[in-house]
């Protein structure tokens, strides 16, 4: 009889358990399907474009549209690069894009670490006022300095494309948020043996911010790979050309080439994924570090 009451006493608390599971199950199954739905979105027009470029132009243009080629063809990677001066565009896109990143962690890193460790008057300031020039959208100084690298006879030259992006806000505020979550004793270690603020930022924070540095690095050389505005306002001709604007003289005012345009947008997505793949795991160490979440 005891026995009978207990196990009556304790199913009662069993169901409320049974239903936390259930619902549990419920929402990591609904929180899996939304992820794949959500994944799928973002793939999707990357799939499209993968799928264009081996397919011949009056199968992209067919009504209604499909997903998947009815034939497949290499005729676009070949023509491409015979179209237009493909090798020409990715090299120029290599020589600006590397150029801007190396420059640009040189001097972001050394802004930063002057910010985030040194003291000196209105360094707040300072700060405040590269939080200011973050804000700013690009397109309201693309005229004076247009105007000023003009004066200087700087249009159309890799100097004149390169120069103006040697530092970005971004990254300074980036590399000041890493640096502030590194602890001060090998620093404070260093300068007791008489190291000097430079010997300590070459020699002693900059190992340590190798994830931040290979992070920001990817963030610089992404954005000026694809960057289509600031290179075809620089140039005038295909010596300066980079890919974006090569692939641009694809769309016409009546046709747009489609097949061809997808071709080169897949091959000028290669560096970017190489590069990626290559850093993801310093990529997400240096994500979680700088405190931008």
Request: proline share 6%; charged share 10%; glycine share 4%.
């Amino acid at each position: 009889m005891a026995t009978t009451l207990h196990t009556a006493a304790v199913r009662p608390q069993a169901r409320p358990d049974q239903r936390t599971r259930t619902l549990a199950r419920a929402w990591r199954a609904a929180t899996v399907v939304a992820a794949v739905a959500i994944a799928f979105a973002v793939l999707l027009p990357i799939i499209w474009m993968l799928f264009a470029s081996f397919r011949p132009e009056q199968d992209i243009v067919t009504n209604p549209p499909t997903l998947f080629p009815r034939a497949f063809t290499l005729a676009n990677y070949r023509e491409i690069w015979h179209a237009i001066p493909f090798a020409e565009l990715y090299r120029n896109t290599l020589l600006f894009a590397g150029s801007v990143t190396v420059i640009s962690l040189c001097f972001d890193s050394m802004a930063a670490y002057a910010l985030a460790r040194l003291e000196f008057k209105g360094r707040n300031t300072v700060f405040v006022g590269i939080l200011v020039m973050l804000m700013l959208p690009f397109q309201i100084t693309l005229v004076p300095l247009y105007d000023l690298l003009n004066n200087l006879h700087l249009v159309n030259t890799f100097t004149g494309m390169i120069v103006p992006r040697a530092t970005n806000a971004f990254g300074i505020f980036f590399m000041r948020q890493f640096f502030l979550s590194l602890p001060k004793d090998m620093e404070e270690a260093a300068r007791i043996d008489g190291a000097s603020e430079w010997r300590i930022y070459w020699q002693v924070i900059l190992p340590l911010a190798r994830p931040a540095l290979l992070t920001l690095g990817l963030f610089h050389f992404q954005y000026n790979w694809n960057d289509l505005l600031w290179p075809l306002i620089m140039t005038s001709d295909n010596s300066h050309a980079t890919i974006p604007a090569g692939l641009s003289l694809f769309m016409g005012q009546h046709v747009t080439q489609y097949g061809m345009l997808m071709a080169g947008a897949v091959l000028s997505l290669l560096p970017v994924i190489l590069m990626f793949l290559l850093i993801q795991r310093s990529f997400v160490q240096g994500i979680a570090t700088t405190g931008i979440k």
